[in-house]
């Protein structure tokens, strides 16, 4: 059996007439957008676990593969919209449901750098 996986991103937000204010995005699944069917890192890497890594290294090793990916944005879009609770999406790292700059390894931080 077979499971096709769908993800949503965000398509023109509703502007009501009378006032001119964004009320939301209503979402378009990303298999309709034009580049859906484009070989994406996440999807075409042999190690697809290195989106969802503990160690920073990996972590911004994910991030810079999705520089050139052309769902980068629908990506990042959808998974905000999602509130999804960790990983790298859209080229961001999301640790508890935030977007987080850089990611901190396990443990302790060291009190000074590493020779």
């Known amino acids: 059996m077979t499971a096709q996986l769908t993800a949503y991103a965000p398509a023109q937000p509703t502007t009501p007439a009378a006032t001119g204010q964004i009320v939301g995005f209503p979402t378009t699944p990303l298999v309709d957008l ?50 999804e609770p960790w990983g790298v999406w859209g080229g961001q790292v999301f640790v508890e449901g935030e977007v987080v700059a850089v990611k901190r390894g396990r443990g302790r931080p060291r009190k000074c750098e590493a020779a």
Request: glycine residues 6%; hydrophobic residues 40%; contains cysteine.
């Open 34 to 83: 034009p580049t859906a069917g484009a070989d994406t890192p996440c999807r075409t890497s042999d190690d697809p676990d290195l989106w969802f890594a503990e160690r920073t290294a990996d972590v911004e090793a994910a991030k810079a593969a999705c520089g050139p990916c052309p769902l980068r944005e629908a990506c990042l879009a959808g998974a905000l919209e999602r509130a």
